[in-house]
């Protein structure tokens, strides 16, 4: 009941702020502004500067997080969409482990289901050692492609594709050797991309569609008895409310089809109970692109009304968009066909090994090939993770891989820049960690801010998933130091500002190799 500027003007009389703030002043209707004092800056600084994790604290609960991301599928191309999933869920992952949470990565490659028996079947016509040639070597697009194409031309190859699922869902030994062999050619392709991107998943984290198989029986008999199943049509579907086609008759989800065979949704629903009840997760991140929304949607549903998924447990869709072409369409190649991942890497290494070359003569070929990789595989990923994730973005090599503006390589030249300066100094940059920083000069006190900021920016990731809110952060940080250097001298100033300016840079250079590293792009020291 008291008026807002008399609450104003209480609070700064309590001295409350006393040593945070080095003026309060009572604005408009009553509004407080606070300047902080340099000497509680520093102070904060210096705090930071001492602590390996530079003042982001752990997790008060640590939740169970499983994370969903990656997911290509077995004997066809991995294609921008999953690179999209792979760089995001790689992102989050890290996010969340380094505040302490336990995180599970779940691939959950599309390694299941009808399609099988054609790709069993032509890696039988091919001979295996032929197939094993093109597959590991990422010519996925072309086998799917055959196996499709004799599917449709010849009835008796359709004949054996039928036989031979029925053979595999029996479990088949020697089916199930080939299918094995399918998801190891696969998975070698899988893994040469991931250790080229520089993503945390192994084949630890497998977690294919076929691994849920065994347990399926069980979730349908669970459906049933929770009078959840229904007969339509000769399948067994489950009809969650509030889901309707374009008719507006209600959809179905369905969960085994007239053949006997289980579907999609029928693993998905299996991996949430295994989710839930084996690794007792908390959150469940499924980092998918827009148009699996609904089945998403519709899985849960049901998984609520059977019971497997109840509050505080939750699971969160984290969406995407599409990776378009520079005709603003999605990203094809020159012969129209969808572009290969690989591809898409090679080059962007490729181009940055040629700008380094140009900028840095003296690198030598081996340094110059390593660092070309970080800066090829950052402005890639850096690209993807800086644009709100539920927007398309252009994929545009010349526009990802400036020097200037919002991109990979200027955030990673600012860290080797400072690296730099060091080397000229001849400075050894841990000697000036326990230097005291002090705060003199505008920029400094803009720079200073935005360190102390780098806590509130790693949780911004997980407010709502979202990892540009951390590359606005670093691109911020990255300005600040451009001005700062710009305008307060190093070279040459008298001590105490040398020794702080330094120790100023140095903190920078770990807040912006730390930030990189929870986006999953490395940070090279010379560039
Ligand atoms: N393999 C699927 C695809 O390529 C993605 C699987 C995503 N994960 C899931 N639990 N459904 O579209």
Not at 292 to 320: D, I, R
Not at 431 to 458: D, G, M, N
Not at 475 to 481: G, H, N, S, Y
């Amino acid at each position: 009941g008291v008026n807002p500027r008399e609450v104003a003007e209480r609070v700064v009389e309590s001295g409350a702020l006393e040593g945070v703030a080095s003026e309060l002043e009572i604005a408009g209707p009553g509004f407080v502004n606070v300047t902080f004092a340099p000497e509680f800056l520093s102070a904060q600084l210096d705090a930071v500067a001492s602590d390996n994790r530079l003042g982001v604290a752990e997790a008060d609960r640590p939740l169970t997080v499983v994370v969903d991301y990656s997911a290509p599928n077995v004997a066809k191309e991995m294609h921008v969409g999953h690179l999209r999933s792979t760089v995001i869920g790689d992102c989050l992952v890290r996010v969340m482990g380094f505040l302490g949470h336990d995180v599970i990565r779940e691939n959950h490659i599309g390694d299941w289901g009808r399609p099988f028996g054609m790709l069993i079947e032509h890696l039988l016509d091919l001979g295996e050692d032929v197939a094993a040639a093109g597959l590991t070597q990422g010519d996925l697009d072309g086998f799917d492609k055959e196996a499709n194409a004799k599917f449709t031309e010849s009835e008796e190859f359709q004949e054996r594709a039928r036989e031979r699922v029925v053979l595999l869902q029996r479990g088949d030994a020697e089916t199930t050797r080939l299918w094995q062999r399918l998801v190891e050619m696969s998975t070698a392709y899988f893994n040469a991309v991931y250790s080229k991107l520089g993503v945390l998943l192994t084949d630890d984290d497998l977690a294919g569609e076929s691994m849920y198989q065994p347990m399926m029986d069980a979730t349908v008999e669970r459906l049933d008895e929770a009078g959840l199943l229904v007969e339509d049509d000769g399948a067994r579907v489950v009809f969650p409310p509030g889901f309707e086609n374009r008719d507006g008759d209600p959809l179905p989800l369905i969960i085994q089809a007239r053949t006997g065979g289980f579907n999609y949704p029928t693993s998905d629903l299996t991996c949430v109970i295994d989710r839930v009840e084996r690794l007792h997760a908390d959150l469940m991140l499924y980092v998918i692109g827009a148009p699996q929304a609904q089945h998403l949607q519709m899985v849960w549903k049901v998984c609520e009304m059977a019971g497997w998924l109840a509050p505080p447990t939750e699971a969160v869709h984290v969406s995407f968009g599409n990776v378009l072409g520079d005709d603003r369409k999605m990203l094809r190649s020159r012969s129209g066909d969808s572009v290969r991942l690989v591809d898409l890497l090679d080059e962007a290494i490729e181009r940055a090994g040629t700008a380094i070359r140009e900028k840095n003569p003296d690198l030598d070929g081996d340094e110059r090939a390593r660092v070309a990789r970080m800066i090829g595989i950052g402005a890639v990923k850096y690209a993807d993770l800086s644009t709100d994730r539920v927007k398309d973005y252009v994929f545009d090599f010349d526009r990802m891989l400036a020097f200037e503006g919002n991109t990979g390589p200027y955030l990673q030249y600012a860290h080797a820049r400072i690296c730099s300066i060091f080397r000229r100094e001849g400075v050894d940059r841990s000697s000036v960690r326990a230097v005291p920083i002090e705060l003199v000069e505008p920029q400094e006190r803009a720079l200073a801010l935005q360190l102390l900021a780098f806590p509130t920016a790693v949780d911004a990731v997980l407010e709502n998933y979202q990892p540009h809110k951390l590359c606005t952060y670093v691109f911020e940080l990255a300005t600040a130091f451009s001005a700062f250097y710009e305008h307060c001298r190093i070279k040459g100033s008298p001590e105490p500002t040398y020794s702080s300016r330094l120790a100023l840079s140095d903190l920078t250079a770990r807040v912006l190799e730390r930030a990189l590293g929870l986006l999953g792009i490395d940070a090279p020291e010379q560039m």
